[in-house]
């Protein structure tokens, strides 16, 4: 049984086509990688099937006994809402069901008639088929595997950095008990540990899952078919994400074989014609003019063919600046607290010339505290931080802020670097 389907899908904004008559058909407990470049549509295809914007033309097929729910990358809640509240309304239903027994059964003391017993007798079945004599069980199995505390619990939800929102609403959305999920880049601001957490529930999930993700290792783990947006349209793929790869490239080497054929055909056939139409001049001939004509109309359908194109790798390269020293950044016995939350304590760690090193660890845990210690962006409340004389840094942050957001991005590296235009252009067109 399909769980979506979806038929000849047109969506626009403005006068930019982004979906241009996409079609699939998703089934019941599939697992399926949706994938594409940026600004291909696959995070506008989530807002069609949820209903959040409107489509022009085609038609969206989903079973009305099917519990949709989706990840959103910008969840919003009001702004009186706890993280607690938040998980809380993935228990809605079951909620409102347990309100209506508590009324029911202040009726019952009063007077308990046959029809308010089997009333009770009737929501308190679906309220344990739902598992609503489960739900701080399943509540402290999601918080303890999204690594969501006590303390954070209480904490108000818009306060939360991103990566602490996408846990939770993560949380919420698995209380819900859907059939049907739509994940957009759920592992973006999960730690390692809640990934592997999240594998294991999507493994045991029973439902039908739509993930979109650049996070190649999850795909391999998780979906058994991929959906690649290209052009506005579903491009197919059986397998995880490492078969599509291989998939692609020999549908690729196929397809561009095949177009270089045609183009020899078009040359031969070119050829013959002009041949044969000087021919039918010298010797007056119609009828060999006519065939002549017949071979033009066929390099014309031949020419209809365009050549296949693979998206191309990123063409950039970073410079490397000669450092004479050896030691690049140095810190001994550094700590950092924010109030009674102690993040680093007694962290001692040396970066030499030439080293490559991943920072690990839960949220929350001082990660990023470390690079902002070496970016200067804060300063440790105890111990050393020493950057190498002639050390020049350059610092991504999860969170960037420019100087003047108004610009436009070509403006904006223009500014930041005093580019030309034309420099600006091909640097960009590089990323």
Not at 220 to 228: A, G, P, S
Not at 260 to 276: F, N, V
Request: hydrophobic share 40%; net charge positive.
């Amino acid at each position: 049984m399909a769980d979506i389907v979806v038929k000849d899908l047109h969506k626009y904004y403005g006068a930019n086509h982004i979906l241009k008559g996409m079609s699939f058909e998703i089934f019941e407990g599939e697992r399926v990688g949706l994938l594409g470049k940026n600004g291909a549509g696959k995070t506008t295809l989530f807002k069609v099937l949820t209903k959040k914007e409107p489509f022009e033309e085609g038609q969206i097929l989903i079973p009305d006994n099917r519990q949709l729910e989706v990840l959103d990358q910008n969840p919003v809640f009001p702004d009186s809402y706890t993280v607690r509240d938040v998980l809380d309304t993935g228990f809605e239903s079951l909620i409102a069901l347990s309100e209506e027994m508590r009324k029911l059964e202040a009726d019952m003391a009063l007077k308990p008639e046959p029809t308010l017993v089997k009333r009770y007798g009737e929501l308190q079945t679906r309220f344990e088929v739902m598992g609503g004599y489960t739900m701080k069980k399943d509540l402290a199995k999601v918080t303890t595997g999204l690594q969501i505390d006590s303390k954070m619990l209480s904490m108000p939800f818009n306060r939360l950095s991103g990566g602490e929102r996408t846990r939770v609403t993560l949380g919420r959305i698995i209380l819900r008990k859907p059939d049907i999920l739509l994940l957009d880049e759920p592992t973006n601001h999960l730690d390692m540990k809640a990934v592997e957490w999240f594998e294991e529930y999507l493994a045991a999930f029973k439902g039908t899952v739509v993930v979109i993700s650049h996070d190649r290792y999850f795909l391999d783990k998780v979906v058994t078919r991929i959906i690649e947006i290209a052009d506005g349209k579903g491009v197919f793929y059986n397998g995880n994400y490492t078969a599509y790869v291989k998939e692609r490239e020999e549908r690729y080497q196929k397809q561009l074989s095949l177009y270089e054929q045609e183009q020899r055909k078009i040359r031969q056939l070119e050829e013959a014609a002009k041949r044969m139409h000087d021919w039918a001049k010298r010797a007056d001939n119609k009828a060999m003019h006519r065939r002549a004509f017949v071979m033009e109309k066929r390099i014309e359908w031949l020419r209809k063919t365009e050549k296949p194109v693979m998206e191309r790798d990123m063409n950039v390269r970073f410079k490397e600046k000669i450092f004479s020293g050896k030691d690049i950044i140095i810190l001994n016995d550094v700590e950092k607290s924010y109030g009674d939350h102690e993040v680093v304590r007694g962290i001692t760690i040396k970066v030499q010339r030439g080293d490559r090193i991943g920072l690990l660890g839960p949220n929350g845990c001082g990660k990023t505290t470390l690079l902002n210690f070496i970016a200067n962006s804060i300063s440790p409340d105890s111990g050393l931080v020493k950057i190498g004389k002639s050390v020049k840094y350059a610092f991504l942050p999860q969170v960037i802020n420019f100087d003047k957001p108004e610009m436009t991005m070509l403006e904006t590296v223009r500014y930041a670097m005093e580019w030309s235009e034309d420099t600006a252009r091909n640097r960009l067109a590089a990323f």
